[in-house]
């Protein structure tokens, strides 16, 4: 056998073992954001995938559409990550889990965010969702009552409390229903204020202020978490108490906030992902309820405001910003 003959036989092996490595399809995600671009929640839960085996580039690739607040565009991102024939499919929020449903009926989804998805018609029931959709729920049309309960606890003789919401976000439009029920054995008077754009945000307080209204409460949506920085800003400048579902509004100069456990929902989503990457089907898996919650109250925000947050309130905070 010649040298050439011989070294050819060698790398027939390699060769082959290449081109079978090169044929080894690797996972596609298609992840949706109704937000401009990658932020917390997005990178926790790709840090988490990694951690259990899932290296975007390696052995999973993550396509990436982001609406940048433009709830309109979402139907269109989610056609696009259909036609590019994603294994799986991730969004956070109700308008995303909607036009991915809307897209496909095949494809397996996880959601994250969505407030009732069995309301949105996106499951038939939390234990058993019965279609191509599970993921965890934030069951935020519940929560609103919970927070205006504790905007009722801070500040005494509270009556009547300003509501900014979204109409053009089925979430933020739920949770303004389930809010004016929360209300009413509260004996507390809401006043609606409808934004839609960042831009809205100023005459939006404005009409707070004129409405004698003596705090605000902030529902969820892409548009209330993209802008969290200015919404407490103008409700500290109103010197309007302030109360919203996530913990950065806290951090970020709001009075409080109360919502899930951040850091549960992320490794949660994270597990459900990895279930379905293994063939499990969605169908089948119940959808996730939070089981933690995180009450945050600013200190330096209620002195600047005036307010002055009872003991029983403090008490029974997760984390007193100081």
Not at 182 to 199: G, W
Request: with cysteine; aromatic share 6%.
């Amino acid at each position: 056998m010649t040298r050439a003959v011989f070294a050819l036989l060698l790398a027939a092996p390699v060769a082959a073992g290449a081109r079978c490595e090169a044929q080894v399809k690797r996972p596609k995600i298609g992840w949706l954001s109704a937000v401009a671009s990658r932020n917390r929640g997005q990178e926790e839960i790709v840090r988490l995938l990694r951690e259990i085996g899932y290296v975007d580039g390696k052995n999973i690739d993550i396509e990436y559409r982001y609406a940048a607040q433009r709830l309109d565009r979402l139907p269109e991102l989610a056609q696009e990550l259909v036609a590019l024939k994603a294994d799986l499919l991730v969004t956070p929020g109700t308008p995303g889990a909607i036009a991915l449903k809307n897209a496909t009926d095949t494809i397996p989804i996880v959601f994250l965010d969505v407030t009732d998805p069995v309301g949105a018609g996106l499951v038939d029931s939390l234990a058993r969702p019965g279609r191509n959709l599970t993921g965890f729920t934030s069951i935020e049309s519940i929560l609103a009552g919970k927070r205006l309960e504790l905007l009722k606890d801070a500040i005494p003789n509270l009556v009547r409390v300003a509501v900014l919401w979204d109409p053009k976000n089925p979430s933020s439009q739920q949770e303004w229903q389930e809010s004016q029920k929360a209300a009413r054995p509260l004996n507390l008077q809401l006043y609606s204020l409808q934004v839609s754009s960042p831009d809205k945000y100023e005459p939006a307080f404005e009409q707070a202020v004129k409405a004698r209204s003596a705090a605000v409460a902030i529902l969820s949506s892409a548009l209330s978490a993209a802008n969290l920085e200015l919404i407490a800003r103008l409700a500290a400048r109103k010197r309007l108490p302030s109360i919203f579902v996530r913990s950065e509004f806290a951090g970020k100069g709001g009075l409080m906030s109360y919502g899930p456990n951040q850091n549960e929902r992320f490794t949660r989503v994270a597990a459900l992902i990895d279930k379905l990457l293994k063939g499990s089907k969605p169908s089948e898996i119940p959808v996730e309820q939070p089981t933690r919650f995180d009450f945050f109250v600013n200190l330096k925000t209620a002195r600047q405001i005036g307010l002055a947050i009872p003991p029983n309130v403090l008490a029974r905070a997760d984390k007193v910003i100081r």
